[in-house]
């Protein structure tokens, strides 16, 4: 059973902070990357970060780099993005996606999305 299930959205004043959750169902959260996308309006879907089941390693965009950390808890099959430093061009909608693989993290298992709106 494949699910996604994407929350913590909202809206938040730049400077500020938000974490993101992403419930998975046990296997897809066991799939070798798990990662997070966005799109703003207007723009094409971009990827954001993603990490590894093994290795657990992480690999971020250059423009969240040093603001954005994505970390998994394992006991409750949930993929987290938090979020500090927020800019205006971070507003997207946010979508979790989980693949087996790095080429096709992305392109496959997708959530329904969460709404970041940050406010300058």
């Known amino acids: 059973q494949v699910q996604l299930v994407e929350s913590g959205g909202g809206l938040v004043q730049a400077g500020g902070s938000l974490r993101l959750s992403c419930a998975a169902s046990?296997?897809?959260?066991?799939?070798?990357?798990m990662g997070w996308f966005r799109q703003a309006p207007g723009k094409e879907r971009e990827f954001v970060a993603r990490i590894g089941w093994i290795p657990s390693s992480t690999y971020y965009a250059d423009s969240v780099k040093g603001r954005f950390t994505i970390s998994r808890d394992n006991a409750k099959n949930t993929v987290y993005l938090q979020m500090n430093s927020l800019k205006p061009e971070d507003t997207a909608v946010y979508y979790c996606?989980?693949?087996?693989?790095?080429?096709?993290?992305?392109?496959?298992?997708w959530g329904q999305g969460t709404q970041v709106t940050v406010s300058s």
């Open positions: 046990e296997r897809t959260f066991r799939m070798a990357y």
């Open positions: 996606a989980a693949a087996p693989t790095t080429a096709t993290l992305g392109s496959t298992y």
